[in-house]
């Protein structure tokens, strides 16, 4: 009588299951579709969990409506943690391998930068016209504008602004993603007169290593919004009870310093393997690849970075 209970439980539980399954689908294809047009990060988080659970979900209604044997005296939620953790695992070995393929790929680890005279190649869309008017209204005068060639068929545009009194530069950086899809991320930047630099950014993207010792850096990947990231910077190094001293350095004098300052922290602190030893063991040492997939894990799926 109970066995014939738990098997009419379970018939009943089949279509709630598959209509899970088929809007979680549902809500991926959404979310994907206007992560892909706004650039926004939590959409892109929705996206994979929703894909995940779609996927987990959807086999499970295929192992009871077909009645496969590895559903037998299973009841539907426990074979879906099954699955969830099997797919959570090969999730996290794939993240795994992708740190350990690019530690051997042979690109470098920061984009080199250079000045481009070209100077109305800023983004036509209206978001991105407004943002460019809004940061003149906040007094923001353009310094430099910079464009890089991570890979090949990618161009990175910096745009770097230096606030009224100069002691705040802020950088924003317009990333391709896509066919059509332009990633805009802001970093504000100040420098005290004792040489500590602090740094509030949004950027999503994995980082995984350290910083000097004389950087603070805040990361905020989902603060999408410039103006409260200028205004958590602005109440960072008002709190910091530092001077701060205007900029002098132009942008890319200053980015390639940046670049050797962190490639040489993370060789000092053992995450990145010597130079000599790149060809054989990767760029990264195994703290360094762990530390990576750590990093893109979080970000990918709950929107944090490691500190």
Same mark, same amino acid.
């Given at each position: ?33 206007? /992560? ?18 779609? #996927? ?14 590895? !559903?037998?005296? $299973? ?117 005290? /007169?004792?040489?500590?630099?602090? #740094? ?5 993207? &994995?980082?995984?290593?350290?910083? &000097? %010792?004389?950087?603070?850096? %805040? ?7 410039? !103006? ?62 762990? $530390? ?16």
């Amino acid at each position: 009588m109970l066995a014939m209970t738990d098997a009419s439980q379970t018939q009943q539980l089949i279509p709630w299951i598959g209509a899970s399954a088929l809007g979680f689908f549902s809500v991926a294809i959404g979310s994907q579709i206007f /992560a892909a047009r706004q650039g926004q990060p939590l959409m892109e988080i929705a996206t994979r969990w929703s894909r995940l659970l779609a #996927v987990v979900l959807g086999v499970t209604y295929l192992a009871f409506a077909m009645e496969w044997s590895l !559903a037998a005296n $299973r009841s539907p939620w426990s074979f879906a943690t099954v699955l969830l953790i099997g797919a959570i695992l090969l999730v996290t070995i794939a993240a795994w391998f992708r740190v350990k393929g690019f530690s051997f790929e042979d690109i470098p680890l920061f984009p080199s930068y250079f000045r481009n005279e070209e100077s109305g190649e800023w983004p036509t869309s209206a978001d991105h016209i407004s943002l460019r008017e809004w940061i003149r209204k906040q007094g923001f005068r353009q310094v430099e504008f910079l464009g890089a060639y991570p890979f090949p068929e990618t161009f990175i545009r910096e745009y770097h602004f230096d606030s009224k009194d100069g002691r705040t530069r802020l950088c924003v950086s317009f990333i391709p993603k896509g066919i059509k899809q332009l990633c805009v991320s802001h970093a504000a930047s100040s420098i005290s /007169a004792d040489g500590v630099r602090y #740094v509030t950014d949004n950027a999503f993207a &994995p980082y995984g290593g350290l910083y &000097p %010792d004389n950087w603070i850096v %805040d990361r905020k990947p989902l603060r999408r919004s410039v !103006a409260k990231l200028l205004e958590r910077h602005q109440r960072r190094i008002e709190t910091s009870g530092k001077e701060f001293s205007p900029w002098i350095d132009l942008p890319l004098e200053d980015v390639k310093e940046q670049h050797r300052l962190l490639e040489k922290a993370n060789r000092d602190n053992g995450i990145l393997n010597p130079r000599s030893n790149w060809e054989e063991y990767g760029r990264f040492s195994q703290e360094g690849c762990y $530390r990576m997939w750590k990093e893109i894990l979080l970000l990918h799926y709950f929107g944090m970075v490691t500190r």
